[in-house]
């Protein structure tokens, strides 16, 4: 197969709207359909971005390649920091939280959101500098790992749930406090 190159200089007709990304989107599809028919596997294309928007110049520099049937092993890499499949979870039945980490100085606080579950379905794990996350309710579960910027104490210092907002304060371990 061959390989399809284009080095552009400008693109005009800068549209930042919905409009502009669904036009974008039928163009990728238009170069893959055109890129099979013609044999080619590679396509890529630079250059600068000169514009107006709201009656500001915008410039810019972009890169795109798009490669097709680029050989080897189909490669599906997993969504989060969490591999359901191997814990034997079903992936519809558990989300995973939004979560916040905030560094105070001598404490992290963990803020997560975990609506649609009572205190008592949530249980956290603190091991090595990672913070495991389970929430369970009646109709949602949660589960989370979550690498924490800092080593802490495994239990929280201070607690709240309140409005499917989960709230874990930790203490951060000195170098006197790890041994």
Known sequence: MSSGKDDG????GLNFGLGGLLKGLGDLIDLVHNMAEE???TYTKSGDILGNHNGRGVQGRYGITVRLGA????KLDKFGNLNLREEGSNWDSVLEPVVDIYDEGDHLVVVAEVPGVTEEGITTDVEAGTLRLNAQGLQ???RKVIN???DVETIPLAT?????ILECKFTKLTAELRG
């Open 148 to 150: 924490l910027p800092a």
């Open 140 to 142: 949602r579960q949660y």
């Open 71 to 74: 050989g080897g092993d189909v």
């Open 160 to 164: 709240s749930y309140k409005n499917g």
């Open 39 to 41: 044999g080619k596997d």
């Open 9 to 12: 200089t400008e693109f005009k």
